[in-house]
C-alpha cells in the first residue's frame, strides 16, 4: 500500500520551534519535510538572540578597557573596528546556520529552500508551483518587526537590516522602548554612538518590575542616552549627504545617521494561506492554538512567535518538542508557561522570573518584598558609580518566592540557577539558610533583607 500522504509531517518555517520539531518528529519515525524560504536557524540564529548577544559582548568591552586601567593595566586608547565585529558575528551566524542544517540531514529531514503556503488541512504549495500533502502541517513561521507608517519612514531600518550596516554611526534614533530598542541603544552608546530612544508612552519595558526598569532608566541617563517619552514620529527626511531628519511631534527635530523601529513584533501570517484550511488567527495575525499546540484546522498546528503566546526561543523549542512527542512520540506533552526567566541584554543587563511586585500584590494581595541594592565590587575599584538592584518578592502567607528580579553585572547568568529555585517553589527560608558564596554578586541573593 501507499502512504495517503506525501509526508507524515510538513514544517513551514526553520527557525528554532521548528527545527526542533523537525528533528524530533523524525527521531520519532515520521516523514518529514521542512520548507524555509530564507535561512535555516530562523530569527534568533541567523537575526536576532546570538548576533545581538554577540554585539552586546563586543560593546562591553568599552567599558572593561576602561575599567581595566584602574586595574593596573597600561590600556592604550583603542580604536574600534565595526567592519571586523560585524564580519566575525556574521561568520559565527554562517556557521550555526550550517549546523543547524547538518542536524536536521543527520536525522533524515528533507529541507526545501522556498516558500511554501497552505492550500488545504493537508496540502502547501511550494514557490516553484509544486504540491505536496502531508497527514500534519506545523506552522512555525516566527514574526517580524513592525514598521511604523510616517512620511519618510522608509528610510529607517530594524534588527533585521542592523547587522548589516557598512558603516558604524554616530547619531542613532531609536523608536520603540522595549527590549530589542533598550539593548541596541546600549550597543550603539558604547561603541560611541549618540543614542536617543523615542517611545509613545512614558514607560519603557513594560511588563518588567517597575524598580527594576526606572533604575536601567536611571543608569542609562546618567550614561548620556537621551529619551523622549510620550512622542510620535512625525517625519523622516534624507538629506543629499545621506543624513536623516526627523521630526516628532512635540518635540524639537534631531538629526541622525540611523533611524531604528524596535516598535514589537508582527506574526508571519500574512499571504500563508491559512484561511484555505479555517486556521482562525487573532487580531494581531497570530494563530489561534490550544493547549496542544493545535489549531482550528486538526491537521494544522502552529508553535513559536507566529502564535503571539510568548516570544522567546526557548518557549518556542519546549512547544516544538512537545508537539513532536505528543503527535509522533506517543508521550501527551504541554507546555507549562508559568515562571519563565527572561533578560534584557542591555548595558547593565537586567533579568527576571516569575511575577513583579504589582502582579504579585494585585495576585496575592499581601506580599513582602525584600532588596538589595549595591555596588558591585568591581565597579568600586574602578570608580564606576553604577549600582545593581536584586529584588525578590514573597507571599506573606507562605514566605514562597513568587517573583525574583535583578539588574545588574551578569544578571541574565545569576538568575537561570535562581529561577530554578523560584520554580520550585522555594521560600525566603530557603534562601536564607543558603550558605552565601563570598565574594559574589551572586551572594545578595541569599543575603536580602
Partial sequence: MTAPYDYDLFVIGAGSGGVRAARVSAAHGARVAI????????????????????????????????????FGWDVPDCNFDWPRLRNNVLAEVDRLNAAYTSTLESHRVEIIE???????????????GREVTAGRLLIATGARPQLLDFPGAEHAITSNEVFHLADLPKRVVIAGAGYIANEFAGIFHELGAKVTLVNRSDQLLRGYDEQIRDRLLQISLAKGIQFRFNRTFKSIEKRADGQLHVELHGCDPMDADLVMFATGRVPNTDGLGLETAGVALNAKGAVHANAASQSTCASIYAVGDVTDRVQLTPVAIREGQAFADSVFGNKPTTVDYSCIPSAVFSHPPLAGVGLTEGEAKHKYGSVRVFTSDFRAMKNVLAGRNERGLYKMICDSETNRIVGLHMIG??????????????KMGATKADFDATVALHPTMAEELVLMR
Avoid: M, W
Fill in 35 to 70: 520548507a524555509e524560504e530564507f535561512r535555516v536557524g530562523g530569527t534568533c540564529v541567523i537575526r536576532g538572540c546570538v548576533p545581538k548577544k554577540l554585539l552586546f559582548y563586543g560593546a562591553h568591552f568599552a567599558e572593561d578597557l576602561a575599567d581595566a586601567r584602574c
Fill in 409 to 422: 553585572p551578569d544578571a541574565p547568568e545569576i538568575l537561570q540557577a535562581a529561577a530554578i529555585a523560584v
Fill in 114 to 128: 522556498q516558500r511554501a503556503i497552505v492550500c488545504g488541512p493537508n496540502s502547501v504549495r511550494l514557490a516553484d
